[in-house]
């Protein structure tokens, strides 16, 4: 923190300064030239800089603030959100074996049947609860390699087959050809895609459809991109709320870890990408990854 400060502080005082020792250089020429008309204009035009310098300063030190006091909230946050999934995490999976072991030794009818599949969907939507606590706070470190985004779509909606059902979804595909490979780590990729599909699953209460289209062009200043679209036919996403959808543990939902979403745009810009939400009124919720094409290796964790 300290370090920062001083970062800070040092990019400040040389915004501010830099115009004053203009400032000064000019007023000495006064004497020096004669020409008091023209130097006066000048000095004048170097008030102007220097007190647009000052506005911006005054600016950038009240975002870099808040920039600080969210990332030291967001730390603590992930300490808790730790220490929860692990408390959670035993327990749950010692459920999740008996469960298993029940399941095979009982003769079940077709309603207990029922039941036990209704137990495992809710150990499953806490087990997802929990897994995305730990991955907001430690986030894993990327492994990449050349990996077309049309793969993770397809490994996604395999995963997700049997939720989908149970939710009463249906997904299309549009895709024109296989996107074309990108450097990127394809387990964190599914994760975020399986988050956006999730997201729009639960959007829908009474069931509907989920449009997933492909797309591959060129997009200023990123140039080449290739994009996943995740459409719903859910109600959307009111504009009052637009700007908080990503925020950690922001949620609409009676239920959920309100991480879902946040996760996904972590993975997306720590690709170099980024995402977007499309949201008519009343006409569901369109979000968009998007992935700048680069050279092998190009690219970092942020």
Request: include cysteine; hydrophobic fraction near 40%.
């Amino acid at each position: 923190m300290a370090i920062s400060g001083l970062v800070l502080a040092y990019l400040v005082f040389r915004r501010v300064l830099d115009p004053i020792r203009h400032l000064v250089r000019t007023g000495a020429g006064v004497d020096k030239d004669g020409d008091e008309g023209n130097e006066v204009r000048s000095l004048a035009r170097r008030l102007g800089n220097l007190q647009m310098a000052v506005d911006r300063a005054r600016l950038d030190l009240a975002e870099s603030r808040d920039h600080l006091m969210q990332s030291e909230k967001l730390a603590l946050v992930g300490k808790l959100a730790a220490g929860v999934a692990h408390t959670i995490r035993n327990p749950l999976t010692s459920v999740k074996m008996r469960l298993f072991s029940l399941e095979r030794a009982l003769s079940l009818d077709a309603a207990q049947k029922d039941d036990f599949e209704v137990i495992s969907e809710e150990i499953r939507h806490i087990d997802t609860i929990v897994r995305n606590f730990l991955e907001f706070s430690r986030p894993p470190k990327l492994v990449a390699r050349p990996t077309s985004l049309s793969d993770v779509v397809d490994t996604t909606l395999n995963l997700l087959r049997q939720r989908l059902e149970s939710y009463g979804v249906t997904v299309e595909v549009h895709r024109v050809k296989r996107l074309t490979p990108i450097n990127a780590d394809p387990d964190q990729l599914k994760e975020a895609l399986v988050n956006l599909v999730l997201n729009s699953c639960e959007a829908m209460v009474e069931g509907g459809r989920i449009v997933i289209r492909e797309e591959e062009g060129v997009m200023e200043p990123a140039g080449r991109v290739v994009v996943v679209r995740v459409s719903d036919t859910g109600p959307g996403v009111p504009e009052v709320i637009a700007d908080r959808v990503f925020q950690p543990f922001f949620t609409t939902k009676g239920e959920g870890s309100g991480l879902g979403l946040a996760i996904a745009k972590r993975i997306v810009e720590e690709h170099g990408g980024w995402i977007t939400l499309h949201s008519p009124e009343g006409r569901g919720a369109t979000f968009a990854l998007i992935f700048p094409h680069a050279e092998e290796g190009s690219w970092h964790r942020y």
